[in-house]
């Protein structure tokens, strides 16, 4: 399968739990990013790795630990998250991390906490 | 912080009319620009970037550097061009986008 894959698809946890988003790219790509898309809110950029180093970091809390093992496959491992935190997470990928390179996104995470 | 501004939330147009959907940014650089669209059901998707300056599904977007806007413009609207659309320039430093609010866009028949 081509592009960017994200699972699942569908979250509902508690607010004690510990949960990861995954996503997987095939794109060839060095860069990979997550992005919190709420209601009535644009689309929050939380963090970007370029060649699996995490390169920014957009003053997010730390209950939200990314983690990128290599350059095709990037976490987000999710701890003691709050209600606020319901959203659609979605990650993206570039062939680089510079800002004139288009992004390919996956259909998202839908995070629900309970 | 770069600003995007995305005047309507909503806009709706009939089948055959123009379209124009605004975009205005703060960051002074010289930016390669994007717009995104998201139609019902799909995942975001690259529409147009500045640099290319394609015609892409008959929209184009004409960088003005003087006002800072890019606004999206397509001649004859078709239903099948209802979803969100995203401007996205970059951030203050040139290094990643911003997205806007999104416009979207309900064309009818």
């Known amino acids: 399968e081509t592009g960017v894959t994200q699972t699942p698809r569908h979250l509902v946890m508690g607010m004690t739990n510990k949960k990861s988003l995954k996503c997987e790219q095939h794109?060839?790509?060095?860069?990979m990013y997550w992005y919190k898309q709420s209601a009535k809110k644009p689309l929050e950029l939380m963090f970007v790795y370029s060649l699996e180093e995490r390169v920014e970091n957009n003053s997010v809390p730390s209950r939200f630990s990314p983690e990128c093992p290599n350059s095709s496959h990037l976490f987000l491992h999710l701890h003691t998250l709050q209600p606020e935190d319901s959203a659609l997470y979605l990650c993206?990928?570039?062939?680089?991390?510079?800002?004139?390179?288009?992004?390919?996104f996956g259909d998202g995470t839908r995070l629900s906490i309970l | 912080a770069q600003r995007v501004t995305q005047p309507e939330k909503l806009l709706s147009v009939f089948k055959g009319a123009p379209v124009e959907l605004k975009c205005n940014y703060s960051?002074?650089?010289?930016?390669?620009l994007f717009w995104y669209v998201q139609y019902s059901r799909q995942r975001l998707q690259l529409l147009l970037r500045h640099i290319s300056r394609e015609s892409i599904k008959g929209f184009t977007a004409d960088l003005n550097k003087g006002e800072t806007s890019f606004h999206l413009k397509k001649p004859f609207a078709q239903e099948e061009d209802s979803a969100m659309y995203y401007c996205a320039p970059p951030d203050n430093y040139g290094q990643n986008f911003v997205f806007g609010p999104g416009t979207r866009l309900s064309v009818l028949p």
């Open positions: 960051y002074s650089g010289s930016p390669e």
């Open positions: 993206a990928s570039s062939r680089d991390s510079a800002s004139n390179q288009p992004q390919h």
């Open positions: 794109l060839g790509h060095n860069a």
